[in-house]
């Protein structure tokens, strides 16, 4: 069946602007989640969703990042005023009946200029 | 302290070796214990789910969890080319979060 897929795989944007980023997860999974690596970095935590309820946002870095759920399926992490700092790999995953395993798409590069 | 700690090498083997990765983790209360591949420009794949202390085995890997002295290992036997990738491990409890280490880097050369 199909996975986790993410839109868009590319994006490189202008310091100051704001983008948004998409994530549709596998049909059925309750949870998602929203993660970001940078070049050499692991993984790091930004925020999950079970449903449409966000009940951990610990990881969102600044007020500029903020998720959403609808209709428990897609979600979407939108940046406000960009900064170089952003620049990274956008990762979204899903998860299903055993709920500890995390699905994941391909993945959002983000580049800041 | 990292809640779990992964050296992240690089490792570099000549294939036909027998390749291990460890992890380490501090929080007893974690139950749960996973093994994924990343390779390059994509998403991480899932690899080996272990829960509680144990050993699992699928093919050429198997996933070992000594809860006592709280390590994780990979092992891959016979490692191909194909095998090169980041290896990441995570670990979670009941809060339904994973907890990732920073990833190994392993080349298996031909």
């Known amino acids: 069946g199909a996975g986790v897929s993410q839109s868009p795989s590319n994006k490189v944007t202008e310091k100051g602007k704001d983008v948004e980023l998409r994530c549709d997860p596998i049909s059925g999974h309750t949870a998602l989640y929203w993660y970001r690596q940078s070049l050499g970095q692991g993984l790091e935590f930004l925020i999950y969703?079970?449903?449409?309820?966000?009940?951990?946002k610990s990881g969102l870095p600044s007020d500029r990042f903020s998720a959403e759920r609808t209709g428990g399926s897609v979600s979407t992490l939108t940046i406000q005023r960009t900064q170089q700092e952003d620049s990274a790999v956008y990762l979204c995953?899903?998860?299903?009946?055993?709920?500890?395993?995390?699905?994941f798409g391909p993945g959002t590069r983000l580049l800041v200029l | 302290q990292k809640e779990v700690e992964q050296d992240p090498g690089p490792l570099s083997v000549p294939e036909g070796a027998i390749v291990s990765l460890n992890c380490t983790y501090s929080?007893?209360?974690?139950?749960?214990f996973m093994w994924y591949r990343q390779y390059s420009r994509k998403g991480p794949e899932l690899l080996m789910y272990?829960?509680s202390s144990g050993n699992k085995e699928d093919g050429r890997f198997t996933a070992q969890v000594d809860k006592s002295s709280k390590y994780i290992s990979l092992f891959i036997r016979d490692s191909q080319p194909s095998d090169s990738a980041t290896y990441l491990c995570?670990?979670?409890?009941?809060?339904?979060?994973?907890?990732w280490g920073l990833g190994t880097s392993l080349a298996v050369n031909p």
């Open positions: 929080n007893s209360a974690f139950q749960y």
């Open positions: 995570a670990s979670g409890g009941n809060n339904r979060k994973l907890i």
């Open positions: 272990t829960y």
């Open positions: 995953a899903s998860g299903g009946v055993l709920q500890e395993t995390q699905y």
């Open positions: 969703f079970q449903g449409n309820s966000a009940p951990d």
